[in-house]
Every structure is written in structure tokens, then in C-alpha cells.
């Protein structure tokens, strides 16, 4: 008799072939069989009308310090998510010598919008080394499987003290030699691999660059020495890309001299709506090249979220609204409605605007990530005959406060989601940059994977469709391989048992919430859905229709991990 045995449901098995309608079978922590009718189970989930995917592998995350602290790792567990990775953009905990902790605090406030209080109170520090740092997330509780990588800041400023963060400073010989050590050692301890940034918009809490911005290519190249000689893990890099080709040959070297895979941000920029297009061009010829390539791309624009709650709104900037910055919404709201107040914010806003009207949306529920110019709040403003300003502040004066706008910041120049469309179907692309533990009050891109299959596999309507096998393929087993991870992202006899069942004519994607629940009362955006009947991780239901089981089977997963026949 089985342990588990799922009956008749629509497989789509995360190989990219046709849905197939069968039952699976489950032993511990293995599949056992997929399709036709399986043996008995001590435990039946029928499956009958619903879809049966692999649990998805989310490859970009920044729970480094949340998962310290948080065994479920929310939102991403709401998102059939059953492997995460963290420890992206080169910001992360470890390596930290004593004294250290708050600069690492501060520059993750900064570049990922985490509270700093938040980080404070809820991070432990049992560790030093990166080896250490693993050891602890190894013994704390987890819903889902973690995997870290060694992020580069913590890296450079573990062996330059507080030369690391001084842009004028170049590490010497010795110190690029520790680092490759260190790399190594980190890898061959069960890091996935190693991250930097080299993006301005990357800075601390106080407005410095993050460490690895100008780092020679002396010092990336000799980093990836460590690469080499261990023989493991991955690269990942998101780049500005100022003098292209330039950063892409310093990037491709990167992953040539190491022999290791990288992976690279792309997103379409405002300023540069094409070059998007170069980039993916010479990934591809990397590859021809025998250089493994990837870009991460987004299944949406990268959207800000706008409200009286959020790091950022079209009044954050006016000299009246920074007056009752610290106050508490209630106060806010209080203080908006008063007749003299708000004219007053509204004729500042003229010198003071963030964002252009034409280009921000009402977030609603449902939210539409893809929206219609028609639909604007200049648009809105226009028929409604009031100032498109005014119109901006009384829909986040809504609901008490807590109304929401979107800005589509990246791949959205055209005014549609074509790009993003041409960018998920690249044959050297994979789904990533959900930034899943970061951006907690202005970003809720950790809904990705559900956004993946609602808008691009059943709803959009403005545009192509993308197949539901491609979608499901891409969010599987083509992640899961980026970070050599080869026993989960397929259903298949002696793959690692993470699986969804989900109702997929209900899959549902609610509006973001502003809610209050990390350490010392931080605030974040959370993101739920509904459809997800089962979340299945090593064999265990470890989420029920959106609500958690209270099983924990989630593992720190160290280094790669080989199919079962290998």
C-alpha cells in the first residue's frame, strides 16, 4: 500500500508534454507513479477536475533573514511554492564578523525595503562563517525546502572590513585569494552559489552603493576561481548594463572562467525599451558557445505599489505630507480629509511629483498588472473632471486609508505585456526576480508563479496565451535546473514528492493587503490566492485550501541535487 496516492487528475508533469489524466503514487518522500491507476494509499486525494503540477522552485527570494525566523515563509507558500532560493543581489547575512551585523542590516534595509527593526529583532546571529549560517537554517523548522547563496557584499566585507563598502578601495591579491577560499568553502558547505550586484539602484539605508558595484573584474574573476576549484554552484548577477557589452563580456567571462552556470537579470528599461532584446541576443550566442547562460526574467511589469502605507506615493515628496510621515494612518487619513491640508499637499505636489499620472492605475481586486491606458488615473481623472493629483489621493484615501495604485515600472514602455510575453518564451530564459521576503511595503511580486498561470495560461485578454505546459515547465523543472537542482521540478518515478493540486477554473489571485506581522510590528504587503487545494512537499500536505497544515517536512537544501538515476 502506498503512503499517498493522488486519483485522477490532470497531470501536466512539468516536462512540457500534453496533460495526461492518471493518479499518482507516493512512497515517503519519492514518487512512485505517474499516470494510469495506481495501487491503494493510506491516504487518497481525489484529484478528479483538478490540475497536478510539480511544486514550483522559485529561484529568486531574499528570505535570508526571515527564514530565521518564519517556519512558513509567507507569501510564497501561497503560491504553490515549494522550493525557495534567497541570498540574491549579493546582499545576505553571512559571512558576518562580530560588529558587522547591523552594516549588513542597513544595507539590506536599503536595497531590498526590509525594516531594519524588523531584521534587528528577529535575526539570531548564531553564526560567522557561511558554513555556520547554513548549519542554523539546517536546524530551524521549515514548511518548504530553503537553499541560500553566498552573496557578495557580506563576502567583501567579511575579508576588507570596512574597506569592502568604499568604492575607492580595491581589494588586494591576498584579500581576492580569501575570497575565493571563502567561496569555495561556502559551496562545498552546501551554498547554491554566489550573487552580485552592480546596479545604482542598489544602496543602503544610508544611501551608499551596494559594495559590489564597482568591483573590478580582477576581483569577480578571482571569485570565480573558487568557483572552478570547488566544481560547484551557481552565479547569479543583476547588472545596470551602463556600457553594455562591456559588463556582458566581464558577466560571460565570469561564467566561463569558473565553468560554473550564470544567471542574469533582464528587464525591459523605460530609457533603453530594446536593449532588453541585445542581451537575450548574446546570451543565446554564449551558449552557442558552449558558455551556460540564463536570464531571469518577469511574467509582469515590475510594478510599484502606491499607497499611504508604502514606501512610496505621488506625495511622499511634498513638504506638507513629510510633516505627517511618522503618524499613524489613522492620523494620515485624518489629516488628508481636512479641507485646507489637502489643497495645500495638492498645490505642493505640482513641484514635488514622483510619478506621472498617465502612467499610474487603481489597484483593484482583481488586480490588472496589464492595464489599459484608457484606464489611467489621468484617464479616470479626466472624465471624472478633477485634477488627475486629487484623483490619486482620494482613491488611496479609500477604504480607510488603505486604497491602492500601481506604477508599472519595467517592461511595460508599450503600454501592454508583449515584451514580457517574448521574454518568457526565449529559449534562454527561466520565470524569476519575484524578490519573494523583500520590497515588503511598495512590491508583491512574490505572486508570480500564480500570476504565471492565471494571466498567461487562462485570462489574458489583450494578447496572446501562452500553453499551460510550457508555463508549468518553465516554473519547474526549468528553474529547478538553473540551480542544479534535478531530483524535483518533474513528476516522475523517483522525483522528490512536491506537487500541487489546484483547481484551476477557480485559481484566483487576490488584491495585496498591508498587514503587520514581522518582528518589532513591521508592516508588509501580503498577497494571497485562492485555488490551491493541496501543497504537497516531501510526501506531507503542508497547505489545504490557502491554509497551512502545521506540517513541517522543509529542508535546507545543500548544493545540487542529481536526478535519482544519477
Not at 13 to 31: C, E
Not at 305 to 328: A, D, N, R, W
Amino acid at each position: 500500500m502506498h503512503d499517498l496516492v493522488i486519483r485522477n487528475g490532470k497531470i501536466i508533469d512539468g516536462s512540457g508534454d500534453p496533460a495526461v489524466i492518471g493518479d499518482i503514487a507516493v512512497d515517503g518522500q519519492t514518487i512512485i507513479s505517474v499516470g494510469g491507476t495506481a495501487g491503494p494509499g493510506k491516504t487518497e486525494i481525489d484529484a478528479e477536475g483538478l490540475l497536478v503540477t510539480p511544486g514550483f522552485v522559485d529561484i529568486h527570494t531574499h528570505y535570508d533573514g526571515q527564514a530565521t525566523w518564519d517556519s512558513l515563509l509567507t507569501p510564497s507558500v501561497y503560491h504553490g511554492v515549494t522550493t525557495v532560493v534567497m541570498g540574491n543581489c549579493g546582499v545576505g547575512f553571512a559571512p558576518v564578523k562580530p560588529g558587522q551585523q547591523d552594516w549588513l542590516i542597513r544595507l539590506m534595509e536599503g536595497v531590498e525595503d526590509i525594516p531594519g527593526t524588523a531584521l534587528a529583532e528577529g535575526i539570531d546571529w548564531q553564526w560567522e562563517s557561511f558554513p555556520e549560517f547554513l548549519d542554523t537554517l539546517e536546524s530551524k523548522s521549515h514548511t518548504i525546502d530553503i537553499a541560500a547563496q553566498l552573496p557578495h557584499a557580506a563576502l567583501r566585507t567579511y575579508v576588507m572590513g570596512k574597506r569592502g563598502g568604499d568604492h575607492q578601495e580595491i581589494p588586494s591579491d591576498s584579500e581576492i585569494t580569501e575570497m575565493a577560499r571563502l567561496t569555495k568553502e561556502a559551496v562545498e558547505a552546501g551554498a547554491i552559489g554566489f550573487t552580485t550586484s552592480r546596479t545604482v539602484n542598489h544602496k543602503s539605508a544610508d544611501g551608499e552603493p551596494t559594495p559590489s558595484l564597482t568591483a573590478t573584474a580582477k576581483e569577480l574573476w578571482g571569485i570565480a576561481e573558487g568557483l572552478k576549484q570547488a566544481n560547484k554552484g551557481v552565479i547569479q548577477l543583476v547588472c545596470d548594463f551602463e556600457d553594455h557589452d562591456a559588463e556582458f563580456e566581464l558577466i560571460q567571462q565570469m561564467a566561463a572562467r569558473s565553468g560554473r552556470p550564470a544567471s542574469i537579470t533582464i528587464n525591459q528599461l523605460p530609457n533603453k525599451p530594446d536593449e532588453w532584446r541585445r542581451s537575450l541576443k548574446m546570451i543565446s550566442e554564449a551558449n552557442e558557445q558552449g558558455i551556460q547562460l540564463k536570464a531571469q526574467v518577469a511574467p509582469r511589469p515590475v510594478g510599484i505599489i502606491l499607497s499611504l502605507q508604502s514606501t512610496y506615493h505621488p506625495f511622499v515628496m511634498c513638504p506638507s505630507y513629510q510633516e505627517i510621515v511618522g503618524k499613524s494612518l489613522e492620523e494620515k487619513v485624518q489629516r488628508l480629509q481636512d479641507p485646507e491640508f489637502k489643497k495645500q499637499l495638492l498645490d505642493e505636489w505640482k513641484g514635488h511629483s514622483l510619478f506621472e499620472m498617465e502612467q499610474i492605475w487603481v489597484l483593484n481586486d482583481p488586480p490588472v498588472y496589464e492595464p489599459d491606458s484608457g484606464d489611467s488615473i489621468h484617464a479616470l481623472a479626466k472624465l471624472a473632471d478633477i485634477s488627475p493629483s486629487a484623483y490619486a489621493l482620494n482613491v488611496m484615501l479609500g477604504d480607510e486609508g488603505q486604497g491602492m495604485l500601481y506604477y508599472p515600472a519595467l517592461n511595460f514602455s508599450a503600454g501592454n505585456s508583449d515584451v514580457s510575453r517574448e521574454m518568457l518564451v526565449h529559449p534562454h530564459t527561466v520565470p524569476g526576480l519575484g524578490d519573494g521576503g523583500a520590497h515588503v511595503s511598495f512590491i508583491s511580486d512574490v505572486s508570480f508563479p500564480t500570476y504565471l498561470l492565471t494571466h498567461w495560461g487562462r485570462d489574458r485578454p489583450r494578447g496572446d496565451l501562452i500553453p499551460l505546459e510550457y508555463l508549468i515547465k518553465s516554473q519547474t523543472q526549468d528553474t529547478a535546473s538553473v540551480v542544479g537542482f534535478h531530483d524535483r521540478g518533474l513528476l516522475a518515478p523517483g522525483m522528490k514528492a512536491d506537487v500541487n493540486i489546484i483547481d484551476y477554473d477557480e485559481l484566483y489571485l487576490e488584491k495585496p493587503t498591508i498587514i503587520k506581522d514581522l518582528p518589532a510590528g513591521g508592516k508588509r504587503l501580503m498577497q494571497k490566492t485562492r485555488g490551491y487545494k493541496q501543497m504537497i512537499v516531501s510526501g506531507q500536505v503542508v497547505m489545504e485550501n490557502g491554509q497551512p497544515t502545521g506540517l513541517q517536512p522543509g529542508k535546507l537544501v545543500r548544493g545540487q541535487q542529481p536526478a535519482p538515476n544519477q
